[in-house]
């Protein structure tokens, strides 16, 4: 129900909200004066202690992190009441401002009561929630995989991400071209306030299913009691039912205190020496004899590849502790995506590379007399067999050409002595 006449009253409704007829209550933010975003509905609730618990936090309590970033994300400062579903006229909102819906188990769709002096047209948008733990989220631009503002001493130490950089500068080469030709259209229409809210909304899907938990879970201190602190005997008694309380945390505190520390440190001592020595390596492998000559890596595959694991490995850390950083903050916020995604596309080409190894290595070890009978056959149809009979149809009027027979002849016997020659000398070579 809206103040307004005319117009079209937009309500963005989450599949997975409750269908019941039971009465509750809509939770969710009020983009514009008829656009209606709904993050939650809670049941079995009274209206005046769903607003003053949105007053005072108590819905927000127990949150993993600071509930401004999302909100922040969102366009807000808080939730707010919107309405109510399958309540009575006696109990609906008196302020035309609420939405006052109605649900049915067997239909997707709930049912907005709308006084038809308003002359509004409905629009319910149904949207799926993304899951923040499988890292799902809605955006209007595709997710970049290149580093961004972010600077290394060495261009080449990763051939990889210098590709993604170039590709991503062709990309804004196109969209400035495009720009230019959006700039010569006849007419240009300024964007509607609708569209200039749609990357807020799109905030607003990836952020609501967080919320919607968060919402969920405090629900029963609307109306629970604070549960009442024990006595000393009833402590004891508490303590007491098994011993298992005392040995588990017993356990579990000699695993975090002395051992995950020792482990810790270990790790850490390895990962130091390791990198120590691939700093070495690394310096040798790009070590020049004069500034204009060329290093070993530049005249080696095998130097190159392993110059380019090493330089991996080594960046592997600062990719790990960048990712370690997402679990300061809700899983909702995408900026570090593009991080995981690279640091594991990075581990799984290694780990590719590990197993294609592995199994070509196999292979060839299983099987080392048929290889090299068929590598041998191989060499010989291309290096002696078709070699020698190429020279001696070149020794007789090749193609109908006329040749000086005796020098044809004598060059033909020539280098056909020096094929036997070198078929003699394969079986003593490596």
């Known amino acids: ?65 600071p509930l401004g970033q999302l909100l922040q994300l969102c366009g807000h400062s808080t939730l707010h009441i919107l309405g109510t579903t399958n309540a009575a006229p006696s109990k609906a909102p008196p302020d035309l401002n609420y939405l006052c819906a109605f649900t049915d188990p067997h239909n997707l769709f709930p049912r907005i009561y709308c006084p038809r002096d308003k002359c509004l047209t409905v629009q319910i948008i149904i949207f799926d929630r993304p899951s923040p733990k499988r890292m799902q989220y809605m955006s209007l631009k595709p997710i970049s995989l290149a580093l961004g503002s972010k600077t290394y001493a060495d261009d080449d130490a990763f051939p990889d991400l210098n590709v993604e950089v170039e590709a991503q500068n062709e990309r804004a080469r196109k969209a400035r071209l495009i720009n230019k030709l959006g700039l010569h259209t006849v007419v240009r229409l300024p964007p509607t306030q609708k569209e200039m809210l749609l990357p807020i909304i799109l905030n607003q899907i990836n952020c609501s299913s967080e919320l919607a938990q968060l919402l969920l879970k405090n629900i029963p201190l609307l109306g629970a009691r604070q549960k009442r602190v024990l006595s000393v005997g009833e402590r004891v008694v508490e303590s007491a039912t098994t011993l298992w309380d005392h040995v588990i945390p017993a356990m579990w505190h000699l695993v975090t205190v002395w051992l995950y520390p020792v482990m810790t440190r270990a790790f850490l001592v ?27 890596k530049d005249i080696s595959a095998t130097a190159q590849q392993v110059d380019i694991r090493l330089q991996q490995f080594c960046y592997w850390p600062t990719q790990y502790l960048t990712l370690r950083q997402r679990k300061d903050e809700w899983e909702s916020i995408t900026d570090r995506h593009p991080e995981y995604i690279r640091f594991y596309n990075s581990l799984w080409l290694v780990a590719n590379d590990v197993i294609i190894g592995i199994a070509l290595g196999s292979y060839i070890i299983d099987n080392a007399e048929w290889v090299a009978f ?44 020096v094929i036997d020659y070198w078929k003699g000398m394969t079986p003593i070579l490596p």
Do not use: Y
């Open 1 to 65: 129900m809206m103040v307004a006449v005319g117009g079209v009253l937009r309500v963005f409704w989450p599949s997975n909200a409750p269908r019941s007829k039971e009465e509750g209550i809509i939770l969710g933010w009020r983009n514009t004066e008829l656009d209606f975003f709904v993050v939650s509905i809670l049941q079995h609730v009274d209206l005046r202690k769903v607003d003053h618990a949105l007053r005072v936090g108590t819905l927000f309590r127990n949150s993993s992190h």
């Open 270 to 296: 390895g990962l130091i020496c390791h990198r120590i020595v691939a700093e070495l390596i690394l310096r040798i492998l790009e070590w020049r004899l004069h500034p204009e000559s060329l290093a070993l």
């Open 374 to 417: 068929q590598i041998k056959n191989v060499l010989n149809g291309w290096t002696v067999d078709g070699l020698r009979n190429m020279i001696v149809w070149l020794t007789d009027a090749p193609a109908g050409l006329k040749l000086n027979n005796e020098l044809a002849i004598f060059l033909g016997a020539l280098f056909i002595w």
